[in-house]
C-alpha cells in the first residue's frame, strides 16, 4: 500500500505546484491587462509623454523589465515574498509596453488574438505535462531559434521595415513560443518531481509563473499581429 500511497501525496503536491504556478501566471496576465487599459485611457497622456521621450522612456521601461526579471528569477527560491513583487512588478512594466494596442487594434481583434494565445497554450502545456519523451534537448534548439528570430527582426524593424518579413516572423514566433510552452512545463513538472521537497514550493511555482507569462504574453503578441494583418485594422 505504500507506493500507491506515495503516487498520490505525490500527484497531490503536483496539483498544488501547478495550481501555484497558473494561478500567479493569470493573475500576472490580468494585472497586465489592467495596466494596459488604464494605460490606454485614464493614463494616456502620462504614458504617451513618458514613451514619447525618445529612447529615455522606452529604455527605462526595458530597463525595469529586466531587473524585475532578473531579480525575480534568483530571489524567489530564496525569498518567495521577494518573488511575487518581482513578478508583478514585471508584469506592470511588460502592461505599460501593451498599452499602445488599444490605440491601434479594435477590440475584436485583441479577443482573437488573446482566446487564441489561450488555446494554444492551454493545448501545448497540457502536452508538456502527460508526454513521457525527454524534452530536455529541445531547449539549447529552441533558445538558438529566439536568439536567432530576435536578430533578425531587431535587422528589419532598423534596417529592412518590411511588413512581409514581420508577417511571416509572427508565425514564426508563434511556433517557436508554442514548443517553449511545452518545453517549459515538462520541465518545471519535472523540477517539481526532482527537487520539490528541496526547495520552496512557492518560490518554485513563482519560478514557473513568469515562464509561463513570457510565453503567453508572446503568443498574445504575435497572434496579434497575424489577425490585425488579415483585418487591416493596424495603423
Request: proline residues 1%; without cysteine; aromatic residues 16%.
Amino acid at each position: 500500500m505504500e507506493q500507491p500511497r506515495n503516487l498520490i501525496n505525490t500527484q497531490v503536491g503536483l496539483n498544488r505546484f501547478l495550481t501555484k504556478m497558473y494561478g500567479w501566471m493569470a493573475a500576472a496576465v490580468a494585472f497586465s491587462g489592467i495596466i494596459a487599459y488604464l494605460g490606454a485611457t485614464i493614463w494616456r497622456t502620462a504614458v504617451q509623454t513618458f514613451l514619447t521621450q525618445g529612447r529615455v522612456g522606452i529604455s527605462i521601461i526595458f530597463i525595469g523589465m529586466f531587473i524585475f526579471m532578473w531579480f525575480g528569477q534568483r530571489s524567489a527560491l530564496q525569498n518567495p515574498m521577494i518573488g511575487f513583487l518581482m513578478l508583478f512588478g514585471f508584469a506592470g512594466f511588460f502592461g505599460i509596453t501593451l498599452s499602445g494596442i488599444f490605440l491601434v487594434y479594435n477590440l475584436g481583434t485583441i479577443a482573437a488574438a488573446f482566446f487564441s494565445a489561450a488555446i494554444v497554450f492551454i493545448v501545448m502545456a497540457v502536452i508538456g505535462l502527460t508526454t513521457k519523451r525527454d524534452l530536455s534537448k529541445m531547449g539549447t534548439q529552441l533558445f538558438g531559434a529566439l536568439i536567432a528570430m530576435i536578430v533578425v527582426s531587431l535587422i528589419n524593424a532598423f534596417l529592412l521595415h518590411s511588413p512581409a518579413v514581420t508577417f511571416v516572423f509572427s508565425f514564426i514566433g508563434v511556433a517557436i513560443f508554442s514548443l517553449l510552452t511545452m518545453y517549459d512545463n515538462a520541465q518545471m513538472k519535472q523540477l517539481y518531481l526532482n527537487y520539490g521537497d528541496q526547495v520552496s514550493e512557492t518560490g518554485l511555482a513563482l519560478q514557473g509563473s513568469l515562464s509561463m507569462y513570457l510565453s503567453f504574453l508572446n503568443l498574445f503578441q504575435y497572434f496579434l499581429q497575424i489577425f490585425g494583418f488579415f483585418s487591416g485594422d493596424r495603423n
